[in-house]
């Protein structure tokens, strides 16, 4: 075959690979972990192997391999990043049977912006694990601590792409630091603002210091960040989704070794917990894009929890948290509710990778808008509105169920609101007469009766308005 049928051929490839992803044409959220993986804690191994089932659904920058509560130098232990490029390899060998899910030939997407839907390669996973700052705590940071991974945050913050970094933080958040202080120290003011405004941080605990509690926030660069960035780096300090999902997890293992453990090559590598299953999964459920929030406004409750701006438990420093309180008990609540979603999505995910099938989610269609995008209304103080949701389909043909349902805590408007026919695909909403000027937030969350039962949801924020 001469070289120019191989080249087209090629070409071909590649235009087949991109008109066979998924029916969206929404790019993916782009996601930074941080993480201490290791064998004496085996959770962020779990974790690991969850998001790389979900691997369609997030453009993977970044698996750092860092410090953390029980790793003050990962120079010492810096076999544990080969735990990363184990479960790549599995990654590797299920790929075949994920690629079913959204008919995908090919990866054309791996050097430019991935859509929803798309399975990025082996290699490409590969290229982006490295190693992270090698030592805990902030009196490393400085102009010794560079790494890959403080390199690599920086480098992508100058990307000209709109969409921000999610630094998911599963251990230490000390690479992060490190790259801001990188960032201060060579540029000036304003273009510091910049690349934090281009970053966001979602830290499952303050992991930058000794787990035994005999080291105090003050030694961790959490405390740094919050404190100089309060301002300009949205940073959620979550004390409640992760230890929901150690326990709960923890409490409902069996569904774990049934559903989870020995499906595929992934599910042979997932390990039994040793003290909470998965405490460092809510970071990147967070951003997960399934119509339910827009992460950068953390008080939309989402599959990672819910958050609010307030003192954190160093009593010094301010960021969404959700350590007491109101925020934790509300938190506990949306993480009760969406926790059979959230293991179910993985279970069926699961399936897939073992045997390439299983069920899929539906698709919430509201008055022909298809996607995830956020819906706003502006009807008028008195008024009635029908949302129709009747074109929603399921790609399995399982029966749907509805519910639409308000979340109270995300808008402005403090009483009650009705909603009729709540469990149909068409609801009515009753917009009060005192609501003008405020806002509240109606759920429409579908569940298949598939196995697993599987939901999707789409957030519609009402901001009534008298017109003129």
Request: aromatic share 10%.
């Amino acid at each position: 075959m001469s070289m120019k049928y191989i080249i087209l051929s090629m070409f071909l490839l590649l235009v087949l690979a991109h008109q066979t992803l998924s029916q969206t044409t929404e790019l993916k959220p782009r996601i930074v972990v941080l993480t201490d993986i290791s064998t004496w804690e085996t959770d962020d191994h779990e974790s690991l192997i969850r998001l790389l089932v979900h691997a369609d659904m997030f453009e993977i920058e970044g698996l750092i391999y860092t410090t953390g509560w029980s790793i003050d130098n990962a120079e010492t232990h810096n076999s544990f990043i080969d735990i990363i490029y184990g479960a790549i390899d599995a990654y590797e060998q299920d790929l075949p049977n994920l690629l079913k899910r959204s008919n995908q030939c090919g990866h054309s997407q791996d050097l430019g912006r991935q859509e929803i839907g798309y399975w990025p390669s082996p290699n490409y996973l590969r290229e982006r694990t490295m190693m992270g700052s090698k030592t805990r705590g902030m009196k490393f940071i400085g102009a010794d601590n560079n790494s890959q991974g403080s390199k690599l945050i920086v480098d992508l913050a100058d990307e000209d792409d709109d969409r921000p970094i999610w630094v998911t933080i599963w251990g230490g958040g000390n690479t992060l630091a490190q790259s801001i202080w990188q960032v201060q120290h060579t540029r000036n003011e304003e273009e510091l603002k910049t690349f934090l405004h281009k970053i966001r941080a979602y830290a499952i605990t303050d992991q930058d210091r000794h787990y035994n509690g005999s080291e105090g926030y003050e030694v961790s660069s959490h405390q740094w960040m919050r404190r100089e960035f309060a301002d300009d780096l949205l940073f959620i300090w979550d004390e409640c989704a992760w230890k929901f999902q150690n326990g709960t997890g923890r409490n409902n293992w069996s569904l774990y070794e049934t559903h989870i453990q020995n499906h595929g090559n992934l599910g042979k590598q997932y390990p039994k917990y040793k003290y909470g299953v998965e405490g460092d999964t809510p970071a990147f459920l967070h951003v997960l894009p399934s119509g339910l929030n827009n992460p950068d406004v953390p008080t939309q409750c989402s599959w990672g929890g819910y958050s609010e701006w307030g003192l954190c438990a160093d009593s010094l420093t301010y960021a969404f948290t959700n350590h007491t309180g109101s925020a934790q008990s509300i938190c506990n609540k949306y993480e009760n509710h969406f926790y059979p979603g959230t293991f179910n999505n993985f279970a069926a995910r699961m399936d897939w990778a073992e045997s390439g099938t299983g069920n899929q989610n539906p698709v919430v269609v509201i008055e022909n808008n298809k996607g995830n995008a956020i819906l706003k209304k502006t009807p008028e103080p008195g008024t009635t509105v029908i949302l129709d949701a009747s074109s929603t389909y399921d790609p399995n043909n399982d029966n749907l169920n509805f519910n639409w349902w308000v979340q109270p805590e995300a808008g402005t408007y403090s009483k009650a609101i009705t909603i009729s026919n709540s469990d149909s695909s068409m609801a009515t909403v009753k917009i009060p007469s005192d609501a003008e000027g405020k806002t509240f937030h109606v759920i429409c969350e579908v569940i298949d009766n598939g196995t697993h039962n599987l939901s999707s949801y789409r957030r519609i924020i009402f901001e009534p308005t008298t017109s003129n």
